[in-house]
């Protein structure tokens, strides 16, 4: 095995210039570094990286813990945390939870054992406060959701803000039969998107109906979204909207009102949330709230590398634009009947 | 920071014997080890992990290398693997390429720095004779796709057979003019089924017409799928059926179909290939073939797992069984027209 010693006598410097050249630190005059690079070159010198990194303490290598990778919402978030990453000599590594949050710590104790520098979490539950025991000793970044009362930088959009518009649209189309499909998970974005149903339609004067109020899977599943949706379909005096928490249960609750024999959006008003690729993949197209996923990747990493740095003023709470965009399966409620 | 030789003075043995209860090496007597472990609790000792595993020269990690992880054929091999990976005391990591042979070789690299013990790799080209390479120096299994002419150990469907099979069932329902969708990447996968829609045809007499075959993306998408069922639809003598080699493609095909005002399976019969969650989620339900990822996933970790312990009589080309599943986007000729 070629060793640093025999790059030195290959490129007749010391060790220790050979060690600058390697780890970037010091001064080395650059004709000696193209030197030190060709002998690597010609002996096919790898440095022992994790030696080489024992020492430095950094792996260049950062997590990502994801509860439910194959969620297309994640799709162009892994993306831009990916390409962010890379552009500064990072391998980003996704450790799938599976939405348990035992794995999630697991996950999270590849820190402590070196085997990563930092670490973005992709889905944090609201009040997950063994997160600070981690974040106390090692850089840590939330994106979209966050554990609530933390010091923790974090990058999301405003939920709250985003459904006070999706709702106040519904209600402009004339609707007053408004249900919800939320989720059985304590995310952040869930509670403030069923805060954000309940607040507008208290400022129109319209009731919160209990009966109005269904919950899908934790992991926003279609199936789950279906069934949350015959269940409030199937009452006496049913809903002339549905404002879904995520896309795929706004495709569950189309898919169960066509098998009712319902028209969307003639007979029924559904409104999505994330803006998935399949949003455009039938007809009806769904009226939804756009996340700018592959941002939000990129900012994440942007906080992380600023926090793995030491950097001074790292920004804490960094909100994107949303962008609420009408397709076809929301209506005025006059077209019903 | 607590040392290893804190934990002897605490415990009253030496620092020997610390490393052999860490290290699960040697023997030490029962009593010994409580009293060590109890030391590690109450002084909070963490051992460092990078020190430990570079002595050890393992680090308990393996990689998947994934070209599109939001892909959703892989979700239950990810699990599969993952699952397997955890029972075994390995943390499972998955580095997504974006289908970039360059960023495959950037993964491939993390065995060289010795951040992981070995590489499951879900979707080498046929001809990616690199990975050679690094296939004599670390353990590495391929799952689903592999190098033609390596001797790596593989895990996957038989994808000529199952073709066979799907192309048997179209014959056997009065088709003549039956198309394809394949795809423009380079997977065995694709290859075979290609083969095997050709080899069928042949040995029926039914000519293998060029207009017939159009090609999707590298990455199966919906949107490319959509666009060669267009391609092939648009002909004057159109094809009365599609065999596609993807379930995402074949619910482009669907669509298109739909949009020019054919009815599936009545003018037209689609078929899929994988069996992921959304053949079912939509009408027509997708005849298909289901591939049984999860197993897929916990065989490649198994054998794996036998590599990594340089265990003798490691299975080389393990075959899992598929099924061919008939639902509702296949019909017989005569209901057509």
Known sequence: MVKIADVAREANVSVATVSRVLNKKGSVRPETCERVY???EKLS???NMSARNLRRNETRVILIVAPNITNPYYAHILAG?????RKSGYSALIYNTGGDEEREKNGMDMLKKRRADGAILLASNIDSMWVKEYADKYPIVHCSEYVKGLDI???SIDNYKATLEVM???ISLGHKKIATISSSNSYISTLLRLKGYKDTLERHGIEVRKDYIALAGAEYSFKSGKAAAFKLLQQKDRPTAIFCISDTIALGAITAAKEMG???PEDLTVTGFDDVDYTTMFHPYITTVAQPCYDLGRKSF???HACMNKTNDIEKKVVLPHKF???ESSAPISTCD
């Open 38 to 40: 060709k002998a690597i």
């Open 45 to 47: 010198f790898e440095p």
């Open 81 to 85: 945390i990916g390409d962010e990453a």
């Open 153 to 155: 930088p974090r990058v």
């Open 168 to 170: 106040e649209y519904i």
């Open 262 to 264: 319902l028209r969307v």
């Open 302 to 304: 942007k906080i992380l």
């Open 325 to 327: 965009i009408i397709r």
